[in-house]
């Protein structure tokens, strides 16, 4: 059994992830770890654990945790790891943090975007970004996964065959993207309640959201060169999903919608949370709430020469926990579906 602690397990994303790992077959729980709810246990925040994952919930022992587990899930805000990571990493037990802390190679794009020095950036070399149907081999020997966000992975593995392939023009790559309310987090903030939320949709951070830095990052390098493009968010009244729409003009505007199909078909051949719709069906969201699935579908618009991508996952599980979980199996040599091969909700 895996040995695992989650520091900030009462979030959306950790208790996701305590859901996901109280039924994998080869996780054993040791430490939760919450600072706002330390001494209570799990199942008294989330009464759905009552008698699956009563656990009581820890301050923060780095000695201890380290100690007692093979690997730690790290599922708090920006910068609120930079002193734990380092003295968890420094014991050699295994880390998913499920910030951006550690998705970067380059720690002046970091301050760029976040507004702060990275707080230990001589880590940044033994990380791995945590997009497993792209970072397989590389997830397998890693120390320290820097786990993927939900708009990113949305939009990554939505352009990767396209950009690694050099089909398109790079420069008019556009995403719109839109994100059920969890993706902020179990947050107090007025934006997010109810009340604001509900019968409604906005976009935000125009121009100037983090994950884009985080999506040029990794196209630019299945391009083999310096990717910039547009994306923009939405706040849309869902609980879970995120669906992005991806447009970009094909620099060939002989390719049909069913070659490209095919090539997304074959391109993620081997990748089995990938699911790739046939010509003339599209994704949606509730195709895939509650598991860790990414559907895509797409169309050419022979008018104008672009070629659109519709892909869609679930925040929280695909964008948050259930792939920390992927990458977890993969670390520690476990089919890569284990405890995460279950169908979407739907309703």
């Not at 618009?301 to 992927?326: H, P, Y």
Request: aromatic share 8%; hydrophobic share 40%.
């Amino acid at each position: 059994m895996i040995k695992i602690s989650v520091v900030g397990a009462t979030g959306y994303a950790g208790a996701e992830l305590v859901r996901i790992l109280s039924k994998h077959p080869e996780a054993e729980i040791v430490h939760l770890v919450s600072k706002s709810y330390a001494g209570q246990k799990m199942s008294d925040i989330y009464e759905s654990f009552m008698n699956i994952c009563d656990i009581k919930l820890e301050g923060m022992d780095v000695n201890k945790i380290a100690s007692d587990s093979d690997v730690v899930f790290t599922a708090l805000p920006h910068g609120a790891s930079k002193e734990i990571i380092p003295a968890i990493a420094e014991k050699g037990v295994k880390i998913i943090d499920f910030s951006a802390d550690y998705r970067y190679k380059d720690p002046e794009i970091y301050k760029q975007w976040y507004g702060t020095e990275h707080g230990s950036p001589q880590l940044l070399g033994k990380s791995v970004y945590g997009l497993c149907e792209l970072y397989r081999n590389e997830i397998a020997g890693a120390a320290i996964i820097g786990n993927p966000g939900c708009y990113t992975t949305c939009s990554i593995l939505a352009l990767a065959p396209l950009v690694e392939n050099k089909l398109i023009d790079f420069k008019s790559i556009v995403i719109d993207a839109k994100s059920g309310v969890t993706g902020a987090g179990r947050s107090e903030a007025l934006d997010y309640s109810f009340c604001e939320c509900t019968e409604n949709m906005k976009a935000y951070k125009i121009a100037k959201h983090r994950h884009t830095s985080e999506i040029e990052q990794e196209l630019s390098a299945l391009a083999g060169e310096e990717i910039v493009l547009s994306f923009t968010p939405h706040l849309i009244p869902l609980k879970r999903g995120v669906l992005a729409t991806c447009y970009a003009e094909l620099r060939d505007k002989s390719y049909s919608a069913q070659q490209l199909i095919d090539l997304y078909k074959s391109y993620y051949k081997d990748d089995y949370f990938i699911r790739i719709y046939d010509c003339g069906k599209l994704p949606e969201t509730h195709h895939v709430a509650g598991s860790n699935f990414v559907d895509m579908g797409l169309a050419v618009d022979e008018r104008t020469g672009r070629v659109i991508v519709v892909s869609c996952i679930d925040n929280i599980v695909k964008g948050a926990a259930g792939q920390a979980v992927q990458n977890m199996n993969i670390m520690f040599g476990l089919p890569e579906s284990m405890g995460i091969d279950n169908p979407a909700f739907y309703l």
